[in-house]
């Protein structure tokens, strides 16, 4: 008997060639995105002074497959095919008789998946002519990964960083410099938008939606200017599907064929990326993996928030997007996983959920920390908070077959380690984490301020 494979590995000849939109696979499409005076869809010329061209007509694009530019190509090489892992000894730690595997994208210059969508980005924009990107960054990842990105094709990046992880995680800052970035702790004084939220409460903790509202603002001013999106928007899921394309040609090499796909939600990228080129194989019959999308229950927008247009940012100055959302003006719990903090929603993932096609789960912050700390001590990866969402979820799902003897094949992505994230496991072993109960009046309150369309 042969040792089933631990690493599932593709060669650089076998990395896939283009990006895969799943909207014109979808039963119907996704609700327009609505310009906030006229109430009207919005054109490309109203996203105009924020994106290149290239990024807008893919944002619209209804091509069931984008290529991918060669130079993004050889700059992917650095880090990609990511490896796919069966995590036989968690397996065994947890007595399960299901299959688990992973897709690491902790491989990255950035330790997540980020990077499959800021080198695109800073590679159109510098395409464009654009010298200088601005950004928001939580926990710190996407910040770092534009910055990388930029310095790849000779762009400035500046970042704001949310208040409570700027001061929880200094190393983060320290990469994004080192990588040529400059960080602006968020709410800040530069901007409009940062001085308004500062006036009410000089110790707002921030959130992601301040944080865009002044990296908007930054670049709506100069025409040199661009800003980039780390997650939530069409290409940007758009880009994080090389993860599921590589996943698919990975366990086709073993014969598995995922029963489960669960993957952790902030604004839904990572999960997009791995879950829907297995969601076309799943409407075109070819299988028929439930597919689970986890989230924090501090912030939990597919479960608690309803499915509305509001705005992106705090400030209100983006497009209406139609998503699940818990009102722009709501500011989360400062919990560890930075990236899971944002008020809405994917558009396209509310879509595919209101169809019906994904599930969705919410779980405390202790229950993911032991799932990480039960993984690491297993696997040996230290997961990013984030992740470790979806690790709470497959390993309930892998004790669930240990009840019922089922033999599932469970796949999830493991979308970040966690070495710059230690202090908060520090908390977790030394008894210091608190569970945030969201209360309904605080969600109530929030959805006051939805726009009304
Ligand atoms: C940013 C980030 C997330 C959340 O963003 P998604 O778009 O939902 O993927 C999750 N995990 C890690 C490691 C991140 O860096």
């Not at 694009?61 to 060669?70: F, L, N, Q, R, S």
């Not at 297993?378 to 089922?406: D, F, K, M, Q, Y």
């Not at 984490?433 to 209360?439: A, C, G, K, Y």
Request: with cysteine; charged share 20%; glycine share 8%.
């Amino acid at each position: 008997m042969t040792t089933p494979e631990t690493k599932i590995l593709l060669s650089e000849a076998e990395m896939p060639r283009r990006w895969y939109n799943i909207v014109p696979d979808l039963p119907s499409p996704p609700p327009p995105v609505l310009h906030p005076g006229t109430l009207q869809p919005v054109g490309p010329q109203d996203l105009a002074p924020l994106f290149p061209m290239a990024l807008i007509q893919q944002e619209v694009t209804t091509e069931p497959y984008v290529a991918i530019p060669e130079e993004v190509l050889d700059v992917y090489r650095l880090w990609r095919p990511s490896p796919l892992y069966r995590a036989h000894r968690l397996e065994k730690a947890l007595g399960t008789p299901a299959k688990i595997y992973y897709k690491y994208e902790g491989v990255s210059p950035a330790g997540s998946h980020k990077p499959n969508t800021a080198v695109p980005q800073a590679f159109y924009n510098a395409q464009a002519g654009v010298r200088r990107l601005t950004t928001e960054t939580g926990a710190g990842q996407w910040g770092t990964a534009l910055a990388f990105a930029c310095a790849q094709f000779g762009l400035a990046c500046e970042v704001w960083q949310v208040r409570a992880s700027y001061d929880q995680k200094p190393y983060r800052k320290m990469m994004i410099e080192t990588f040529g970035g400059t960080v602006h702790p968020s709410p800040s004084e530069p901007t409009e938008a940062g001085r308004a939220i500062l006036a009410a409460d000089p110790d707002s903790p921030g959130s992601l939606g301040i944080a865009i509202s002044e990296a908007v603002e930054v670049a709506a001013q100069h025409p040199d200017t661009n800003y980039a999106l780390g997650s939530v928007l069409n290409h940007v899921l758009l880009h994080q599907t090389i993860i599921g394309e590589e996943a698919l040609a990975q366990l086709a090499k073993v014969d598995a064929v995922p029963d489960v796909i669960v993957g952790c939600t902030g604004g839904g990228s990572n999960f997009a990326g791995l879950a829907f080129p297995f969601l076309r194989e799943k409407l075109a019959g070819r299988m028929s993996p439930v597919i689970r999308a986890v989230e924090p229950a501090s912030c939990p927008s597919l479960t608690k928030g309803v499915y509305a247009y509001d705005f992106g940012d705090t400030a209100g100055m983006t497009p209406l997007m139609k998503m699940h959302t818990l009102g722009h003006d709501f500011i989360p719990d400062p919990i560890h996983a930075g990236g899971l903090r944002y008020h809405g929603m994917s558009p396209l993932i509310s879509h595919v959920y209101e169809l019906g096609l994904i599930e969705a789960v919410a779980k405390s912050q202790k229950e993911c920390f032991e799932a990480g700390v039960t993984f690491a001590r297993s696997e040996g990866i230290i997961p990013a908070p984030e992740p470790t969402h979806a690790l709470a979820a497959c390993v309930e799902e892998a004790l669930r077959c240990r009840e019922t003897g089922e033999e599932k094949t469970i796949l999830t992505a493991l979308c970040g380690h966690g070495l710059l994230d230690l202090p908060a496991y520090g908390k977790f072993l030394g008894g210091e984490m608190e569970d945030h109960e969201l209360s309904g009046e605080a969600i109530a309150a929030a959805m006051a301020a939805l726009p009304r369309v």
